[in-house]
């Protein structure tokens, strides 16, 4: 077989491969969790830059409100679920237990307490199902 032949060959072969690779999927990015909001709404202050928490001599207390939020940005993803809460660094302790619960994509008026709880201090939250994350 010459060159151009075996060329042309190759050419259609790839072709027709490359024509088959096209991937067209559809994401719903209104109802895909992609992030969580955790916002402090009482409380105490978290630690920040600049401004580091001293060590406390007891545990910190805080009310904090979540959100489960889609791709697109637009408020709260509509879906029923729980939610992990940890502190870094310290421990979070959830008032009446936990893991929290969260209905319609929203937890509000978490009320949780912090041991341990010094320098710049965040609360993360983990969404239990598909592990989005999320950090005052």
């Known amino acids: 077989m010459n060159r151009a032949v075996l060329g042309a060959v190759v050419a259609s072969v790839l072709a027709a491969a490359l024509a088959g690779c096209e991937d067209a999927r559809?994401?719903?990015w209104d109802t895909t969790p992609t992030s969580l909001a955790v916002t402090i709404?009482?409380?105490?202050?978290?630690?920040?830059?600049?401004?580091?928490?001293a060590i406390p001599d007891g545990p910190l207390s805080f009310t904090i409100d979540?959100?489960?939020?889609?791709?697109?940005?637009?408020?709260?993803?509509?879906?029923?679920?729980?939610?992990?809460l940890s502190a870094r660094p310290g421990r979070v302790v959830v008032e009446g237990g936990g893991?929290?619960?969260?209905?319609?994509g929203v937890a509000k008026?978490?009320?949780l307490r912090i041991e341990g709880a010094f320098g710049?201090?965040?609360?993360?939250?983990?969404?239990?199902?598909?592990?989005?994350?999320?950090?005052?």
Do not use: K, M, Q, Y
């Not at 201090?121 to 005052?136: D, L, N």
């Open 26 to 28: 559809h994401i719903a």
């Open 41 to 53: 709404v009482e409380g105490e202050t978290a630690g920040r830059n600049g401004e580091p928490l």
């Open 66 to 84: 979540i959100a489960l939020l889609g791709g697109a940005g637009e408020g709260a993803v509509p879906i029923d679920g729980e939610l992990d």
């Open 99 to 104: 893991p929290v619960r969260f209905t319609g």
């Open 109 to 111: 008026g978490v009320s």
């Open 120 to 136: 710049e201090t965040r609360i993360w939250a983990r969404e239990v199902v598909t592990g989005v994350i999320g950090v005052s």
